[in-house]
């Protein structure tokens, strides 16, 4: 692998490169645990690792000291039990479906219950298997997604036994603006949640994602959850929340031309040339994960100069202005940059009208994928 690298081209026929920096994954990891200290730094590895590839990224955050990991669903676990040594605590953010309880129970996976139905499919196993069960109670404190409503805190806090068998290990929550340091509502759901812990005094408190972190120790609670920020995502508006980035992407010309002006360019002709211009087609389109938005909006770079996208994204490919660059700079098979030092995560996802977090978990399954340290 290395050498294809150096020679240039992606093996086995692909026309892009995603280098995926677990050194640079490492040192976020790192970097947010030595913030958090006391507080412990879970990893949330949902989706893929945020598409990023589990069975490495997994792994590499293991090695770099983290014991507790977060996933979407039961089958995420399954995988991730596989990959990790069993010291490691598994979480399912979604909680279980009906009739996932024993297949949990026996990977030793740390259910999240949001409602106390959740909490009572839980508790039946363990009565059944005469066992203490782990489990992270979530409260909905005002995002109105996941977590006990008011009504169903109330109705455990004034009789326990609701939970009878379950080890209740923290009490969990999650913020709806915490990348917005300045919103209201992250002060107003710290305050509902510390309402109801006082009604739980004997468990922890498991509340920050990235941009919580970054909202002051207030909101760090004993077991912060970041996800983004691991993965190079700017996690806060916040001045101070610096993180390296971790993904590359670079993508193959497949072909360059010279169009008169009104030469019409990509389907539907959405763009027409006002002068005449040269153009090169880039080997990545949307089923590559660069959204269709990204149509006569987005950009690539090369050595450091923009080059627009011009015309509509294609599934397989999309075109981009090439004409601020010398003559033959660009031919078949030289490599441009989608995601590298000349544009952020960030840049590209605001060009296409959405987040980072959206770009990382879309990036295609056919881009070469080249992991380094
Ligand atoms: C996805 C998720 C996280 C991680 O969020 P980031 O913003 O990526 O840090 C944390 N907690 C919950 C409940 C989540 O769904």
């Given at each position: 692998?290395?050498?294809?690298?150096?020679?240039?081209?992606?093996p086995?026929?692909?026309?892009?490169v995603?280098t995926?920096d677990?050194g640079?994954l490492?040192?976020?990891y790192?970097?947010?645990?030595?913030?958090?200290r006391?507080?412990?730094?879970?990893?949330?590895?949902?989706a893929?690792?945020?598409?990023?590839?589990?069975?490495?990224?997994?792994?590499?955050?293991?090695?770099?000291g983290?014991?507790?990991?977060?996933?979407?669903?039961?089958?995420?676990?399954?995988?991730?039990r596989r990959?990790?040594?069993?010291?490691?605590?598994?979480?399912?953010?979604?909680?279980?479906?009906p009739?996932?309880?024993?297949?949990?129970?026996?990977?030793?996976?740390?259910?999240?219950?949001?409602?106390?139905?959740?909490?009572?499919?839980?508790?039946?196993l363990?009565?059944?298997?005469?066992?203490?069960?782990?489990?992270?109670?979530?409260?909905?404190?005002g995002?109105?997604?996941?977590?006990?409503s008011r009504?169903?805190v109330?109705?455990l806090?004034?009789?326990?036994?609701?939970?009878e068998?379950?080890?209740?290990?923290?009490?969990?929550?999650?913020?709806?603006c915490g990348?917005?340091?300045a919103?209201?509502?992250?002060?107003?759901?710290?305050a509902?949640?510390?309402?109801?812990?006082a009604?739980?005094?004997?468990?922890?408190?498991?509340?920050a994602?990235?941009?919580?972190?970054?909202?002051?120790?207030?909101f760090?609670?004993?077991?912060?959850?970041?996800?983004?920020?691991?993965y190079?995502?700017?996690?806060?508006?916040?001045?101070?929340?610096?993180?390296?980035?971790?993904v590359?992407?670079?993508?193959?010309?497949?072909?360059?031309r010279?169009?008169?002006?009104?030469?019409?360019?990509?389907?539907?002709?959405?763009?027409?040339?006002?002068?005449?211009?040269?153009?090169?087609?880039?080997?990545?389109g949307?089923?590559?994960?660069?959204?269709?938005?990204?149509?006569?909006?987005?950009a690539?770079?090369?050595?450091?100069?923009?080059?627009?996208?011009?015309g509509?994204?294609?599934?397989?490919?999309?075109?981009?202005?090439?004409?601020?660059?010398?003559?033959?700079?660009?031919?078949?098979?030289?490599m441009?940059?989608?995601?590298?030092?000349?544009?952020?995560?960030?840049?590209?996802a605001a060009?296409?009208?959405?987040?980072?977090?959206?770009?990382l978990?879309?990036?295609?399954?056919?881009?070469?994928?080249?992991?380094?340290?």
């Open positions: 692998m290395g050498e294809v690298v150096r020679l240039g081209y992606a086995s026929g692909c026309s892009g995603l995926i677990l640079a490492q040192r976020n790192r970097a947010l645990a030595d913030r958090l006391p507080a412990a730094t879970a990893a949330v590895v949902k893929d690792a945020y598409g990023l590839g589990v069975d490495q990224v997994g792994p590499a955050l293991q090695t770099a983290c014991r507790d990991f977060f996933v979407a669903q039961l089958s995420e676990a399954v995988s991730l990959l990790l040594t069993h010291e490691v605590r598994i979480y399912v953010l979604n909680g279980l479906q009739g996932e309880e024993a297949a949990a129970a026996d990977l030793a996976v740390v259910p999240v219950l949001n409602s106390l139905e959740q909490l009572s499919l839980w508790s039946a363990a009565k059944q298997r005469d066992a203490r069960l782990p489990a992270l109670l979530q409260v909905d404190t995002m109105s997604r996941l977590g006990l009504q169903e109330d109705a806090a004034a009789d326990r036994s609701l939970g068998g379950v080890d209740l290990r923290f009490l969990m929550s999650h913020l709806a990348d917005e340091h919103h209201g509502q992250n002060a107003e759901q710290l509902v949640l510390h309402q109801v812990a009604l739980f005094p004997d468990l922890p408190l498991c509340f994602n990235s941009g919580g972190i970054f909202l002051g120790h207030g760090h609670g004993s077991l912060a959850r970041p996800g983004i920020a691991l190079g995502g700017t996690p806060s508006d916040a001045p101070d929340a610096g993180m390296q980035p971790v590359r992407l670079d993508v193959r010309v497949v072909q360059t010279s169009v008169p002006a009104g030469t019409r360019v990509g389907y539907g002709a959405t763009y027409v040339a006002s002068a005449e211009m040269r153009l090169a087609t880039l080997a990545a949307y089923a590559d994960g660069l959204p269709r938005s990204l149509s006569n909006a987005g690539a770079y090369y050595e450091g100069v923009r080059l627009p996208i011009v509509r994204v294609s599934m397989d490919s999309l075109t981009i202005d090439i004409s601020a660059l010398p003559a033959s700079t660009l031919r078949l098979g030289s441009v940059e989608i995601i590298g030092p000349h544009q952020s995560l960030e840049m590209i060009d296409a009208g959405t987040i980072s977090y959206e770009i978990t879309s990036l295609g399954r056919r881009f070469h994928r080249h992991y380094v340290v």
